[in-house]
């Protein structure tokens, strides 16, 4: 998971494209990239670290041009602590591209051998983004014909890329002298929308980015979302072109970007992120009303900030008081996305405090929006009884998350999943938890699409099935042999 922002303006670019990266903030903490362009001549800088402490006025003032790109990362292939493989990637060849991706290749290794014996290109890294952009580029240059590059060309291109990659890849690219290109996976799995506001003499500035937010804080009206397997091209000048690259598309997005990873403020893919939540806690009441002793809750408390809208709406539901029990420090990143056990562990304890007033004597629900690896909902039912709660009721807004995500979030073995091969009063003891209630898979489905015209969602995570076809037991065990190596 990641977050990308492009840019085309008739201002310039970098202010913008910083700030919708402080905006996508919350979709990865590990680096951050900003490139430019200025007409043919790229300029970057990219760091480890979070938006406000990456750039300073000099690097500011040297990102010219009013077309740009962004990323924050979140690392899921490659080397969290290596600053060469943080985002944007570059090839000097055809003309300059430089790209950001969001999400996960899945056959890398089919590609890596390819792009070194037959494309004959050199890979510098273990980053997916840079065979991604290396299979861009190869195909492009197979596409150029004549002196000028024209939008066919570019999207002829993007076609082939849909026929050699494979997994989930919502991508934005720069090819200097030209333009800008956005295109997502033939299965729509990770967002992508579409933006433009009036930039005088009938023109418009275009923004693509991975939420609506950007696009609202920016001035922008929503265009669209960028359809699966279409590329959309926004010449220097302002002119848009797109067209559907992939023979089959079918929107499947991500289930795990509703139930924690978007803002609540986003829309995606039509759905507001915010409704879909409160439509968790409705179907999440009912089964814990189902399960839960009558008079063993006396409040129920989230945990901040994502599973709030699911607990007031639990919370509505039961007629029970609903409570802010965990005060949370704003000033520690999100714990899912921090690299490694020991950090999660930490950042937990620095992250949340339980106020003792609220506890003290009292049977508590717990609402959490997904238990994961267990490492943050273990603590926090440390701190409940630590703060002097009678019970502890742990209850998730999604389903217990048993099987490797391969597709752009850092679940890629089975033995860190707390719920992966234990049945639930075992996770239960595991967490320490009185009783502990999941979300149904088909309820968090209905929740989600409910007034939606989309009829499926990835839950691979939940249910095990990869919508891409091409993930085998065989591939599973290799990325859990790579991970844990």
């Not at 944007?88 to 390819?114: Q, S, W």
């Not at 598309?249 to 039509?270: H, K, Q, T, W």
């Amino acid at each position: 998971m990641c977050g990308i922002v492009g840019i085309v303006s008739t201002q310039p670019a970098n202010q913008q494209v910083y700030d919708a990266l402080t905006l996508l903030q919350h979709r990865g903490q590990d680096s951050t990239g900003i490139a430019t362009a200025e007409g043919s001549m790229f300029h970057e800088h990219k760091v480890k670290g979070q938006v406000r402490e990456a750039y300073r006025t000099r690097d500011m003032r040297s990102l010219l041009g009013t077309m740009g790109l962004g990323h924050v990362r979140y690392a899921t292939r490659g080397d969290a602590s290596k600053e060469q493989e943080a985002q944007p990637f570059y090839v000097n060849a055809p003309y300059g591209i430089v790209l950001v991706h969001n999400g996960n290749l899945t056959n890398t290794r089919e590609l890596t051998k390819e792009l070194f014996e037959i494309d004959r290109r050199h890979l510098n890294t273990n980053s997916d983004t840079e065979l991604l952009v290396n299979v861009l580029a190869h195909e492009l240059q197979a596409q150029v014909r004549g002196t000028d590059l024209d939008p066919d060309q570019v999207f002829d291109a993007v076609a082939r890329v849909h026929e050699r990659v494979e997994g989930s890849y919502a991508s934005i690219a720069m090819i200097a002298g030209h333009g800008l290109l956005a295109f997502r996976d033939p299965y729509g799995i990770r967002p992508l929308i579409l933006g433009r506001r009036p930039a005088g003499f009938a023109g418009f500035d275009w923004v693509v980015a991975s939420e609506s937010l950007v696009l609202e804080a920016g001035g922008y009206e929503v265009v669209r979302d960028v359809a699966p397997g279409e590329a959309i091209f926004i010449t220097q000048g302002g002119e848009m072109f797109s067209r559907q690259c992939a023979p089959h598309p079918r929107l499947i997005p991500c289930s795990f970007e509703y139930v924690y990873l978007a803002r609540p403020d986003s829309i995606m893919n039509g759905i507001s992120v915010y409704d879909a939540r409160l439509r968790l806690g409705d179907r999440l009441a009912d089964t814990i009303a189902e399960y839960t002793p009558r008079g063993d809750i006396d409040v129920v408390m989230p945990i901040p900030d994502s599973s709030r809208p699911a607990a007031m709406q639990v919370a509505q539901k039961l007629g029970v008081e609903y409570r802010e029990g965990f005060y949370k420090n704003r000033y520690v990143g999100r714990t899912f996305i921090m690299p490694g056990q020991e950090q999660r562990t930490k950042s937990v304890k620095q992250k949340l405090n339980a106020m003792g007033s609220e506890f003290r004597g009292k049977n508590v629900l717990i609402v959490d929006d997904s238990i994961v690896r267990g490492t943050t909902s273990k603590e926090i039912v440390q701190m409940a009884r630590d703060a002097g709660a009678n019970k502890v009721t742990f209850t998730s807004a999604a389903p217990p998350v048993r099987f490797p995500h391969v597709y752009g979030i850092n679940m890629p073995t089975r033995r860190e999943l707390v719920a992966a091969g234990r049945k639930i009063p075992e996770i239960a003891t595991e967490l320490g938890a009185d009783y502990l209630i999941y979300q149904e898979i088909a309820d968090m489905k209905d929740a989600i699409l409910e007034g939606s015209a989309i009829t499926d969602l990835e839950m691979s995570c939940f249910d095990g099935n990869y919508v891409t076809g091409s993930v085998t037991p065989e591939y599973l065990a290799w990325v859990e042999a790579n991970q844990l190596s």
